[in-house]
């Protein structure tokens, strides 16, 4: 009887090498595909047809948007997580939930092994291997692409020995999209210096002129943009995306640290990931007292870190997971955002929790909550500590000039 495997696929060089190197090795191959807001229907379909012709035995398509978002993305949103303050963790996040389907599969199909096509270069192997180990102990992880060092031509040429007929030809930029943003690799982020082209885009800017927008949040989560509600925060994040996408907001390059401890650099576009963190954020800081969103910042920055080096199923997580959900309480309201070319601009917020509430007194003029007074006697009582310590020193001062002349 034939061994099983799990193969997690896309249909590119490197997984369908992996296809027919496992038939070569007599596997029965079950390959998966977890769509995490980067496929449309007829791609699934095209991708689909490609790995039964070339001969898998079962074929699985996994639609994870929302579990993607239920499981991380709202998490990220409510830590308002920028990687090194620029990158929304977009395809180190979805690595997670396409490892932990594909663990998932394999536990449900008895797999004697599973495999994954990523080199030995990057963070992706570490993310999948650490999910694997956990979930699938004593499964066999096999990674053909990072175990036999082949280069792009020695595939190539195997495959075309097995008479697979595909598209050879190597696109001058790696596009990887997803839910939470997409990740464009090429020649300028090999090198500390250069900008992606315009042409590298994926989106590329058709809107010029200005627009108003207005993203509506309850308890942290996005429901509603310029007015219009949806069922789910992932198609309000999808719908925020084709209005802001087209003004090339969002684009940038990030420079990160690798799992493996060698640096790196990739570029981005996440329109409706970095207006939502930033509108989040003006929304959070009229809501929350100072005390909340000092505590959430520090335990959010090394959330983000963790979940980025694959650490998804630490219990910590969980506990920062409850620590960050009990903060977005009284997260509600409106924000309010002006769209330009390249660039956007939060305008204000409006919410039933606003803390700058004007029947509170206004900052810099009058307050209706205490007196000229209560201030002086406050400040007197809230420097005391201090005034003590300047005392004391000044005292010691003192004695040690005075010995000094003596």
Not at 172 to 180: E, H, M, R, V
Request: with cysteine.
């Amino acid at each position: 009887m034939a061994k099983s495997i799990v193969l997690g696929f896309s249909g590119g060089l490197d997984t369908t090498f992996c296809v027919k190197h496992f038939q070569d090795k007599g596997y029965d191959i079950h390959s998966i595909i977890v769509n995490t807001g980067g496929f449309s229907e007829d791609e699934l379909k095209k991708i689909e047809a490609h790995a039964y012709q070339l001969g898998v035995k079962t074929h699985t398509a996994v639609n994870a948007i929302e579990n993607y978002y239920d499981r991380i993305v709202k998490y990220l949103i409510f830590g308002n997580v920028l990687k090194n303050n620029t990158y929304p963790l977009s395809v180190s996040a979805e690595r997670l939930v396409q490892a932990l389907h594909m663990a998932e599969h394999a536990k449900k199909l008895g797999a004697d092994a599973v495999a994954h096509g990523s080199t030995g270069a990057g963070n992706d192997q570490v993310r999948f291997d650490m999910i694997l180990n956990t979930v699938t102990p004593g499964i066999e992880i096999i990674t053909p692409i990072r175990d036999l060092k082949l280069s792009r031509e020695a595939e190539i040429a195997y495959l075309k020995e097995k008479g697979v007929e595909m598209n050879f030809e190597k696109a001058a930029y790696s596009i990887n999209k997803g839910l939470w943003g997409t990740s464009v690799g090429g020649k300028e982020t090999l090198s500390s210096n250069g900008f992606l082209p315009d042409e590298a885009w994926p989106t590329q800017v058709t809107k010029t002129e200005p627009e108003s927008l207005k993203l509506s949040f309850v308890k942290g989560e996005l429901t509603a943009v310029n007015g219009q509600q949806f069922d789910h925060p992932t198609k309000a994040i999808q719908q925020l995306q084709q209005i802001a996408g087209p003004f090339g907001i969002g684009r940038d390059i990030h420079v990160g640290d690798t799992i493996i401890g060698i640096k790196g650099r990739v570029g981005f576009e996440a329109a409706a990931p970095v207006i939502i963190i930033k509108a989040h954020h003006s929304l959070e800081k009229h809501v929350l007292t100072k005390w909340q969103l000092s505590w959430k910042d520090q335990i959010a920055a090394f959330y983000g870190n963790w979940l980025h080096e694959g650490q998804i199923l630490d219990p910590v997580m969980r506990d920062m997971e409850a620590m960050m959900t009990s903060a977005q309480k009284h997260v509600t309201g409106d924000v309010f955002i002006q769209l330009y070319p390249y660039r956007f601009q939060v305008l204000g917020i409006e919410s039933p929790f606003d803390l700058m509430s004007a029947k509170f007194g206004k900052y810099g003029e009058m307050n209706s909550g205490w007196t000229g007074e209560d201030v002086r006697g406050f400040s007197k009582i809230f420097g005391n500590q201090v005034a003590i310590y300047e005392s004391i020193k000044a005292s010691e001062a003192n004695e040690e000039a005075q010995e000094k002349t003596q």
